[in-house]
């Protein structure tokens, strides 16, 4: 059974950093691409980023090019989004999502419950 736990969230400045993990298990987890998505308050799912099950590609949303970055550590079973330079339009809940298959284009098929970031000034 897969399970992907985050954690990380909380309250952040802009300006400010954060960096979410997400736990997973009950899978192969070097043989998925892993991906974050956010939903803000009021507004629909938005995807954030990706990452490739060999670790050696990256992608992300326009929005989010040089101030997010996601890596993996396949021998914690764990993916991560290291938040920098925040902002109030970044406050969210964050979700960590398993993809199909090794490709970041396959869909996302399992989903953890997500982690709430908010940025306040």
């Known amino acids: 059974q897969v399970q992907l736990v985050e954690s990380g969230g909380g309250l952040a400045q802009p300006g400010g950093s954060l960096r979410l993990s997400c736990a997973a298990s009950g899978f192969t987890f070097n043989n998925y691409a892993m991906s974050w998505a956010r939903q803000a308050p009021g507004k629909g799912l938005e995807w954030v980023s990706a990452?490739?099950?060999?670790?050696?590609?990256?992608y992300y949303a326009d929005s989010m090019k040089g101030r997010f970055t996601i890596s993996r550590d396949n021998a914690k079973n764990t993916v991560y989004l290291q938040m920098d330079s925040l902002k109030p339009e970044d406050t969210a809940l964050y979700y960590c999502?398993?993809?199909?298959?090794?490709?970041?284009?396959?869909?996302?098929?399992?989903w953890g419950r997500g982690t709430l970031v908010t940025v306040y000034s």
């Open positions: 990452i490739s099950s060999d670790v050696r590609n990256t």
């Open positions: 999502a398993k993809r199909l298959t090794n490709s970041y284009a396959s869909s996302m098929d399992s």
